[in-house]
């Protein structure tokens, strides 16, 4: 899931930000007719209570771009991810993602 509107969710009411990643969630899982994980925050905005919602949305998964806070580190919830925009390059992709996979082991 990305959300359904793209919202900064770390920078909107958390009331709001669980409607946004429930409906996402729920969009995403009739179309697939599998569960859905996992969530790369738009922008990589998000705060200890949006990781908390998500994690009881049922997201194992969460992904930003950099994190928020120095306990984000130690947080297994959450992970680092490599943004992606019209103007990344596939060189570029690559490139990250080979050095994810050489820090990390896995993707």
Known sequence: ?????HYNLGLIP??????DMSKSKA????????PVESIAYPDGS????VKDAAEALGFK??????????DDF??????QRHGVSSTTSTASVLLFL???FKNKGVL
């Open 61 to 70: 998964r969460q992904l930003a771009v950099g994190f928020s806070g120095s």
């Open 27 to 34: 969009a995403l899982e009739k179309l697939l007719g599998k």
């Open 46 to 49: 998000y705060t200890v209570a």
């Open 98 to 100: 080979n050095l994810a």
């Open 74 to 79: 130690a947080d297994r919830r959450i992970q």
């Open 14 to 19: 958390i009331a709001d930000a669980v409607h």
């Open 1 to 5: 899931s990305h959300g359904y509107a």
